[in-house]
T-cell receptor, first 111, second 113 residues
Framework: GAGVSQSPRYKVAKRGQDVALRCDPI?????LFWYQQALGQGPEFLTY????????KSGLPSDRFFAERPEGSVSTLKIQRTQQEDSAVYLC?????????FGSGTQLSVL | KNQVEQSPQSLIILEGKNCTLQ??????????LRWYKQDTGRGPVSLTI?????NTKSNGRYTATLDADTKQSSLHITASQLSDSASYIC????????????FGRGTSLIVHP
């Protein structure tokens, strides 16, 4: 596709359940970011990949959050033992030059 | 610490009116500033980019300004349309190898008919 694709679009999880969120970046984009966006707030940085290397994971809120990009293209954000405070939209973006291209996000609701 | 502050937090205007959104930043050394538009349920989309040497840049009814001395930017929307209802996010990137841009919290704009 022409843009960044994220799936699922919506995810409802019971507290304590593990979830996996997928991001397909624009083909050829080396840089990939994950952001967490709470309702009414701007995106908050979670982690950054350059190809398959995770260069920065300083924004991950706890060790329940884990991200990978094993072949330098598709990335997965995994959240273990989900908590209600994890409810948010998770945005993925790939970068060309200084411009970020965002997916539509995965809206995660933890009940 | 690099920060981006946006004002107002929210704004309601009537269709056809103009409005101006503000962005103040402390990111240093400065590389560029982008304004993004985020429609409800969608990811942000870039509207315009401002570099150090640019004072004004237009994209249709959107005009962005940059004052690098005072570290302020504005986004002016002319003759607003219902489709302008969205969140507008100011994003500032630092020079010198920092790859993580700093996001503002956004201004929520509602255009009423």
């Amino acid at each position: 596709g022409a843009g960044v694709s994220q799936s699922p679009r919506y995810k409802v999880a019971k507290r304590g359940q593990d979830v996996a969120l997928r991001c397909d970046p624009i083909s050829g984009h080396v840089s990939l970011f994950w952001y967490q966006q709470a309702l009414g707030q701007g995106p908050e940085f979670l982690t950054y990949f350059q190809n398959e290397a995770q260069l920065d994971k300083s924004g991950l809120p706890s060790d329940r959050f884990f991200a990978e990009r094993p072949e330098g293209s598709v990335s997965t954000l995994k959240i273990q033992r989900t908590q209600q405070e994890d409810s948010a939209v998770y945005l993925c973006a790939s970068k060309e030059g200084e411009k970020l291209f965002f997916g539509s996000g995965t809206q995660l609701s933890v009940l | 610490k690099n920060q981006v502050e946006q004002s107002p937090q929210s704004l309601i205007i009537l269709e056809g009116k103009n409005c101006t959104l503000q962005c103040n930043y402390t990111v240093s050394p400065f590389s560029n500033l982008r304004w993004y538009k985020q429609d409800t349920g969608r990811g942000p989309v870039s509207l315009t980019i401002m570099t150090f040497s640019e004072n004004t840049k237009s994209n249709g009814r959107y005009t962005a300004t940059l004052d690098a001395d005072t570290k302020q930017s504005s986004l002016h929307i002319t003759a607003s349309q219902l489709s302008d209802s969205a969140s507008y996010i100011c994003v500032v990137s630092a020079a010198g190898g920092s790859y993580i841009p700093t996001f503002g919290r956004g201004t929520s704009l509602i255009v009423h008919p």
